[in-house]
Nanobody, 117 residues
C-alpha cells in the first residue's frame, strides 16, 4: 500500500519560512518524479514544483521561483519543499504526489500552510 505523508505545515507570518516534508512508503521512491501541488480556498489545485527521478532536474511555477526549493533524499524516501519569503497568497493546502512525467499516481492527504499578513 502506497502512502505519502506530509508534515511541516502551519501558520507563519509573511516573509517567514517553512519546510514541508513528504515521507513515502510502499513504492520504489527513486523511480518516481515527485511533485508538490497546492489548493487555495475557492481555487483549483495547482502545480507548484517537481523534481525528477533521474537526473534530479527541477521545475517551478513562476510565482515561487527563487523562493521555494524542492529536494529529495532517496535514502530516506522523502521529498522536501523549503519555502522562504512566504506571502499571504501562498496560503493553501499543500499536497505531495508521486508520478512520471505529467501523470501523478499517488497523492498525500495534504497539509495546511497559512501565511498571515
Amino acid at each position: 500500500q502506497v502512502q505519502l505523508v506530509e508534515s511541516g505545515g502551519g501558520l507563519v507570518q509573511a516573509g517567514g519560512s517553512l519546510r514541508l516534508s513528504c515521507a513515502a512508503s510502499g513504492l520504489t521512491f527513486s523511480y518516481y518524479d515527485m511533485g508538490w501541488f497546492r489548493q487555495a480556498p475557492g481555487k483549483e489545485r495547482e502545480f507548484v514544483c517537481k523534481i525528477s527521478w533521474n537526473p534530479d532536474s527541477t521545475q517551478y511555477i513562476d510565482s515561487v521561483k527563487g523562493r521555494f526549493t524542492i529536494s529529495r533524499d532517496n535514502a530516506k524516501n522523502t521529498v522536501y519543499l523549503q519555502m522562504n519569503s512566504l506571502k499571504p497568497e501562498d496560503t493553501a493546502v499543500y499536497y505531495c504526489a508521486a508520478g512520471r512525467g505529467k501523470d501523478y499516481f499517488y497523492w498525500g492527504q495534504g497539509i495546511q500552510v497559512t501565511v498571515s499578513s
